[in-house]
């Protein structure tokens, strides 16, 4: 699942490439927006808000995205072969000189600019926002303390809390708290859970590479995430692996049960 640090690096590798140019090609190959041809228009911006993303037009629309689990948008030059299969791509914009192109893109929708907040106005402040505050900080915590008696594990993960945050960084955050993720979130220090969320997606903003060790080597960046049978990094303890949450929302969380005490499905 894309988390929002690998969002925010596409939409600035969009911003960068076609920013100021005009479409030559813009096909959006759903079957909602099939009528929509984005060709003339010229890109006004990229913006990134949690998960969610938004291509700005100078006519005053934007077209949005949403990578859910397997999304991706890719730059290339016009004529160069794609990557992946062109089955798979939803939204083609081409200019005189690079083309994006949205592969497997989820809850795509062409709307005036001024609406954007109709998508993502119930989600919790953007992690990786650039004017980020103490004001956006204080809210987050504030929703986070709201969940008192949820799983922190599962409250990572509402973006209606904070926006940004994936499997990856929810497993890697309760393991650098040493909190189980079935710690209740009112045993936890709201203001740290959310000053170190920050933190983890902002050091791999700038880079395809997501560290939660400070290591870049294959094998060494994570703490626990998808660790599973290893030796904890810092105890030599197995890593466990198990399913939280209910129904569609249960994902794959990944403990030491020496480094993380607390409550554990296993005992």
Not at 191 to 198: E, F, G, K, S, T
Not at 214 to 225: D, I, K, N, P, T
Request: charge should be positive; include cysteine; glycine fraction near 8%.
């Amino acid at each position: 699942m894309p988390e929002g640090d690998v969002v925010y690096l596409a939409g600035k590798k969009l911003r960068d490439a076609l920013t100021g140019e005009r479409l030559i090609r813009g096909e959006l190959r759903h079957p909602r927006l099939i009528e929509h041809n984005l060709a003339g228009r010229t890109v006004a911006g990229v913006r990134s808000v949690g998960k969610h993303l938004f291509t700005r037009f100078d006519d005053g629309h934007s077209l949005h995205t949403h990578f859910r689990m397997d999304g991706a948008w890719h730059l290339y030059r016009p004529g160069q072969r794609w990557r992946r299969p062109h089955h798979q791509a939803r939204a083609v914009l081409t200019t005189q000189d690079r083309e994006a192109v949205g592969f497997c893109l989820h809850d795509m929708a062409v709307l005036a600019t001024r609406d954007e907040h109709r998508l993502v106005g119930h989600l919790g402040p953007d992690l990786l926002k650039p004017d980020w505050n103490s004001d956006d900080a204080a809210h987050a915590a504030r929703r986070l303390s709201e969940r008192a008696d949820a799983e922190i594990g599962i409250a990572l993960l509402d973006q209606r809390i904070m926006a940004g945050i994936g499997n990856l960084y929810r497993t890697e955050i309760c393991f650098l708290l040493g909190a189980s993720p079935w710690t209740p979130v009112r045993e936890v220090d709201a203001d740290a859970v959310v000053m170190l969320a920050r933190q983890l997606l902002l050091a791999n903003a700038d880079r395809p590479q997501q560290s939660t060790t400070g290591e870049l080597a294959r094998g060494r960046q994570h703490w626990v995430f998808e660790r599973t049978g290893k030796p904890c990094r810092r105890c030599a303890t197995k890593v466990i692996s198990t399913l939280q949450g209910d129904d569609i929302y249960a994902r794959y969380t990944y403990y030491c049960p020496r480094c993380q005490p607390g409550p554990h499905p296993l005992g």
